[in-house]
């Protein structure tokens, strides 16, 4: 960090492909993509459990007028920070970095058994470590009752198990109020394997309406038109998962050549191909469009599919960001703003979330919640030095017309945190002496004086 007047540690998101490329002076790294193609349903939509329970739950917010406490922001071994680190580790598919945080945020605090538990025990379903995660989910259970979501995991621990009927129990129940598109489709084929061809097919039928696009579904149903008799549906059913296939396969060649007429062709000729990929009923699709538009460096091309992507997936924190940061890089921070206070109520702890929220309300001159929104990411994620840099400067801005209001308490309690944010920097502990100046403190203003010598002495040798 150099010094603290004059910088901008937002100016890199302008520049900066949308979810990708570097990371030099951005505040904001991008989250990872989902889709089918990269990974299952399952790891696509495991927060939604998240959101369920938040709509139920009341979160504690800080009033926007409330003042910072006296604890300055840190890298203290704290439960927050683990949490953090878990769900970033998660979304990249770290499942045993993931297990260990969400273990410590337990030892640091065993209440955490909605944030913390829950996706300690999804890490341990990805991991195929089916008993741990059973008492996991269980251990959730006892807490909170028998939710769909849980019910829709330990029934697909009991598929794995060969536990045909212990499976079908859980899954009605989680069918009920599905938490993951691809409910019906486990469900039908536990009754598949029971041996109940009616009711298979019931809910398969049912699993082609809502995942169209899973050529599992297809091919399932194909065995159980099979096993009653239905030889022309059976062949119908696994030649459109064949067909859905090979559509996989020519959208993935589509990708790519997108992706290159956008590095070497008119920009109008790569849009006319890209095109051919949206599909407006499609979340993921249309992600991964605006993904191609976005790493290209066409954000405003990328704001048609992560907008429709967005209104389709509302329980997404991933779409929510994904448009927020599309926004952003085109300096629309008021549009900005709303997906990313919609995803908050409900994923208060989602570093990234937190991290552009606070660089929005930075730009749009709401310092103070700005503060506290970039204060908790830093909670979440104290290693992430631009993050901290840019709290350093809200901090700075709070504390400087603080003390233009002449309200030097509140300007000395943010000067004494971004102080300990920051210690080698020279400007709060300059500040401070102004105050104490002003207020006739002489002592204290020639020791925070002689401080900010030092450490500006200091910062002149290293630069």
């Known amino acids: 960090m150099k010094g603290a007047q004059g910088s901008d540690f937002c100016t890199g998101l302008r520049s900066r492909p949308l979810f990708g490329g570097g990371r030099y002076n951005n505040p ?11 990974k299952s349903l399952l790891v696509l939509y495991w927060i939604a459990w998240l959101t369920a329970l938040a709509l ?18 840190s890298s203290k071994d704290t439960a927050e920070s683990h949490l953090g680190k878990g769900y970033d580790a998660l979304k990249q598919d770290r499942y045993d970095v993931a297990a260990e945080e ?6 640091l605090d065993p209440k955490l058994v909605l944030r913390a538990r829950f996706p300690l025990a999804v890490a341990l379903f990805e991991m195929k470590k089916p008993d741990e995660a059973r008492r996991e989910f269980e251990a959730v259970r ?3 009752g028998d939710h769909p979501n849980i019910s829709y995991y330990v029934g697909r621990l009991d598929l794995e198990a060969l536990n045909f009927e212990g499976a079908i129990e859980n899954l009605n129940h989680a069918v009920e109020a599905p938490p993951f598109p691809d409910t019906a489709y486990y469900l039908g084929y536990a009754y598949f394997k029971q041996g109940d061809l009616a009711i298979a097919e019931k809910w398969l039928k049912k699993a082609t309406e809502l995942t169209p696009h899973d050529a599992r579904v297809s091919y399932q149903l194909g065995l159980v038109y099979r096993k009653q008799g239905k030889e022309e549906e059976a062949k119908k059913a696994i030649e459109m998962s064949n067909e859905q296939r090979r559509r996989d396969s020519n959208e993935s060649q589509l990708r790519l050549e997108c992706a290159q007429k956008l590095d070497q062709g008119p920009r109008e000729e790569a849009h006319a191909l890209c095109e051919q990929l949206y599909d407006p009923d ?3 699709k249309l992600t991964a469009l605006g993904t191609i538009y976005g790493q290209h460096g066409d954000a405003e091309a990328a704001l048609k599919p992560l907008r429709r992507a967005a209104d389709l997936a509302p329980q997404s924190p991933q779409m929510q960001y994904n448009l927020a940061l599309a926004y952003f890089q085109l300096n629309r921070f008021e549009e900005a703003r709303t997906p990313l206070a919609n995803a908050l109520a409900h994923w208060p702890d989602l570093f990234q979330l937190n991290a ?7 730009k749009l001159g709401e310092d103070l919640r700005a503060y506290q929104a970039l204060r908790h990411a830093h909670e979440l994620n104290a290693q992430e030095a631009a993050t901290g840099d840019l709290l350093f400067l809200t901090g700075l801005n709070l504390a400087r017309k603080a003390q233009s209001a002449r309200q030097y308490p509140d300007s000395l309690r943010y000067l004494d945190e971004i102080a300990r944010l920051r210690p080698q920097e020279p400007v709060p502990h300059r500040v401070m002496a102004e105050i104490y100046n002003a207020t006739g ?4 203003a020639a020791k925070e004086t ?11 040798k290293t630069q």
């Open 102 to 107: 969400f273990r410590t945020a337990l030892r």
């Open 441 to 444: 403190r002489t002592a204290q």
């Open 56 to 73: 139920a739950t009341p979160q504690a917010t800080m009033a926007p007028s409330q003042k910072p406490s006296a604890a300055a922001p």
């Open 450 to 460: 002689q401080e900010a010598d030092r450490l500006q002495q200091i910062l002149g």
């Open 142 to 144: 006892r807490e909170t």
């Open 282 to 284: 499609n979340a993921e």
């Open 356 to 362: 552009l929220y606070g660089a929005v309300l930075s």
């Open 28 to 38: 904001i790294p991008a989250m990872q993509i989902f889709s089918q193609t990269m």
